[in-house]
T-cell receptor, first 107, second 118 residues
Framework: DIQMTQSPSSLSASVGDRVTITCRAS??????LAWFQQKPGKAPKSLIY???SLQSGVPSRFSGSGSGTDFTLTISSLQPEDFATYFC?????????FGQGTRLETK | QVQLQESGPGLVKPSETLSLTCTVS????????WSWIRQAPGKGLEWIGY???????NYNPSLKSRVTITVDTSKNQFSLKLTSVIAADTAVYYC????????????WGQGTMVIVFS
């Protein structure tokens, strides 16, 4: 199985901050990488697919980059509604696996 | 706008079978891939398996011996059965759609909590 490792596991930030979350795959996955946002008690929301493509309706302050094994999710200017947990997920091969999550908290 | 809704018992006894259904509304179940994903309390997400609208499946090897996913195109539903459940199967179970264009999950159900409890 491909292991997805996110860092950091938690992050404290303030509104307006630029935030970057990293996801590393245990082997190359090309650009078959998605990012999700999850708020407590809610289903995950799709943010980014193909490593850098924004899902329809997602604010442009979210961006993704990377290819191969190393990927990043960046929020350019943190908004109050962005405090949540973020997961990466590969879909290069089966089984699909997810990162363990990064909890983004208010400082 | 496509919406997914999970349904099924919230409590299952150990060694019994967990059965859930996902109803697709606002769109057709074909020709997409549909998936079950779960999240144990306080844990990350675990992919359970896929079914294509024509019935082709792919399961996570960690659960393959206990999982069956089926589809009923006439009802616009797909279902999950997980046999011989144990406490570690306690989780929120989500259904999700794989996008044609991106290959990634683009639509998720709200999730349903299943507790394995004797």
């Amino acid at each position: 199985d491909i292991q997805m490792t996110q860092s950091p596991s938690s992050l404290s930030a303030s509104v307006g901050d630029r935030v970057t979350i990293t996801c590393r795959a245990s082997q190359g996955i090309s650009n078959y990488l998605a990012w999700f946002q999850q708020k407590p008690g809610k289903a995950p929301k799709s943010l980014i697919y193909a490593a850098s493509s924004l899902q329809s309706g997602v604010p442009s302050r979210f961006s993704g980059s990377g290819s191969g094994t190393d990927f990043t999710l960046t929020i350019s200017s943190l908004q109050p509604e962005d405090f949540a947990t973020y997961f990466c997920q590969h879909y290069d091969s089966y089984p699909i696996t997810f990162g363990q999550g990064t909890r983004l908290e208010t400082k | 706008q496509v919406q997914l809704q999970e349904s099924g018992p919230g409590l299952v006894k150990p060694s019994e079978t967990l059965s859930l259904t996902c109803t697709v509304s606002g769109g057709s179940i074909s020709p997409y891939y549909w998936s079950w994903i779960r999240q144990a309390p306080g844990k990350g997400l675990e992919w359970i398996g896929y079914i294509f609208y024509n019935g082709n499946t792919n399961y996570n090897p960690s659960l393959k011996s206990r999982v069956t996913i089926t589809v009923d195109t006439s009802k616009n539903q797909f279902s999950l059965k997980l046999t011989s459940v144990i406490a570690a199967d306690t989780a929120v179970y989500y259904c999700a759609r794989k996008s044609h264009s991106s290959g990634a999950f683009d639509v998720w159900g709200q999730g349903t909590m299943v507790i394995v409890f004797s």
